[in-house]
């Protein structure tokens, strides 16, 4: 995959990082936390405007005809100023399910209001007992007639609370563990038997709780085979999250640079100072070497090969979450006191990447993945 972005994808991150930087300064993105919704609505709305929402989908469905190389441009700006919008939700996480197992009809029924903006979902995975075990499903979904019921609780649902549709994975046979056996349903969240507890996040932004009872659901995909359609998914969120993940490492280097040059310290910046600028040099190249790695999850998206793609997918999320590690700590221990308030940004830049080095898995998780290879 060449990396070096063509015409279209300059045009296309041009536009974007223009629309963040009119529209989302850190002022700004306060106001939007401090709304119902926890983020901003005209913003969602502009966003669909300028195309981002149909990005990965194909033209007949009303999308930009878009890959892997486009969301990772777009995420990448997205880290920068902390993008609130439920973006990963319905797009990325959300877009790969319905592209990936939709039938036809869903797919005309669905993206189209995904990319006019009018459609927004979230994945309903997580179980409280699982961990990061993605076949330990205990949600359970019986035939009804001629469709579905589902019955049980999926937590942290990203954006859940916003939601118009849920993916829902399901038992509909075999036990706990067993990896046949677990299908994916859409559910309507206005629809009886749909109940939802939104709460802001240590990142602040927004996740609910889905309770399910006797909730009707709509088949995604074929019943029993939802688990690859769920690797998937993960897969395309741990890609975008790592794009995500070194916008927010490159705002966090740029600010503690700045802050080094004017905080003075003994008479002198404290940028002066080599021990300072060895910190900053080991900053920046923990920050390339994250990037390679958010090429590698970009670059492994539509891998065809489930060994590798897997094995590059545990490097990619281990790299990453190191990265991200470093630099957020290193970041606020740079700027002192000052980096732990509320006030000042590079807390909530350190706070977002420390939730996304557990999200779809931390990187413990991984690496004894890439040991199991081994033993």
Not at 97 to 106: E, H, M
Request: hydrophobic share 40%; net charge negative.
């Amino acid at each position: 995959m060449d990396f070096e972005p063509s015409d279209d994808q300059r045009l296309l991150l041009e536009s974007v990082s223009r629309l963040l930087a009119d529209n989302y300064g850190f002022a700004q993105r306060k106001t939007y936390l401090a709304r119902p919704e926890g983020y901003s609505t005209d913003m969602w709305s502009k966003f669909a405007e300028l195309g981002l929402l149909g990005l990965p989908f194909a033209e007949e469905y009303g999308g930009f005809g878009g890959g892997a190389q486009e969301v990772m441009l777009v995420m990448q700006a997205f880290g920068r100023v902390l993008v609130l919008e439920p973006f990963l939700s319905t797009v990325v996480l959300g877009g790969t399910a319905i592209t990936t197992a939709g039938s036809d009809a869903q797919k005309k029924a669905l993206l189209p209001a995904i990319a006019e903006g009018g459609l927004k979902l979230a994945f309903a995975h997580g179980e409280r007992q699982a961990r990061y075990d993605l076949t330990d499903v205990v949600t359970t979904a019986k035939r009804n007639g001629g469709g579905w019921v589902l019955d049980g609780s999926k937590t942290v649902v990203s954006h859940g609370e916003a939601a118009d549709r849920l993916i829902v994975s399901a038992r509909t046979s075999g036990e706990r563990y067993d990896e046949d056996g677990i299908t994916l349903f859409l559910v309507d969240t206005a629809a009886p038997g749909v109940a939802r507890r939104g709460y802001a996040t240590r990142d602040e932004t927004r996740a609910a709780d889905v309770s399910l009872s006797n909730a009707a659901g709509e088949v995604l995909g074929d019943v029993g085979k939802g688990l690859a359609i769920i690797e998937k998914i993960v897969e395309a969120g741990i890609a975008a999250t790592a794009a995500e993940t070194v916008g927010a490492m490159e705002t966090m280097n740029e600010m503690t640079l700045e802050y080094s040059k004017t905080r003075v310290q003994f008479g002198q910046p404290i940028g002066s100072y080599q021990v300072v600028q060895h910190r900053l040099a080991d900053m920046f190249m923990a920050q390339e070497q994250g990037r390679s790695m958010a090429m590698l999850a970009t670059m492994s998206v539509d891998n065809a090969d489930d060994t590798e793609r897997r094995h590059d997918f545990a490097l990619a999320k281990v790299g990453v979450g190191q990265a991200g590690r470093y630099v957020s700590q290193s970041a606020v221990q740079m700027h002192g006191g000052i980096g732990m308030t509320e006030e000042y940004a590079v807390g909530h830049y350190f706070r977002r990447c420390m939730v996304i080095e557990r999200l779809f898995g931390d990187p413990a998780y991984y690496l004894q993945r890439l040991a199991n290879e081994i033993t």
